[in-house]
């Protein structure tokens, strides 16, 4: 069973809690307009879980932003969440920062 996504609002970055998942990313979607106004970053470092339907929201969520001239960067992504970007060869446009 997914846990749920919890995410914290903080100046510049949108910081993500649980699992993102097609279970659980239906609040952020639903959301996102709001929660992604100034924000230059999301923290992914606390996320449990991805799967393929979290990766597609966080690629549109950075493409979202693209449109909009922010640069949106993903920061904290674990080995997996990198494998999976890997996986579906999205390095170019799903640059990732790890915790540093």
Partial sequence: MAESLRFDDQP???VLHGDLDRET???????RA????????IDVAQ?????????ALLVHLR???????VELKISG??????TLI???NLQEIMPVETQG
């Avoid at 990313?25 to 959301?31: A, E, I, N, S, V």
């Avoid at 709001?34 to 970053?41: P, V």
């Avoid at 996320?47 to 979290?54: T, Y």
């Fill in 12 to 14: 510049q970055t949108l």
């Fill in 25 to 31: 990313l239906l609040p952020l979607w639903r959301q």
């Fill in 34 to 41: 709001e929660l992604l106004k100034g924000k230059t970053a």
């Fill in 47 to 55: 996320l449990r879980r991805v799967d393929s339907s979290g990766l």
């Fill in 63 to 69: 493409a979202e932003q693209l449109h909009n001239g």
């Fill in 77 to 82: 992504a674990t080995d997996r969440l990198k």
């Fill in 86 to 88: 890997a996986l579906y």
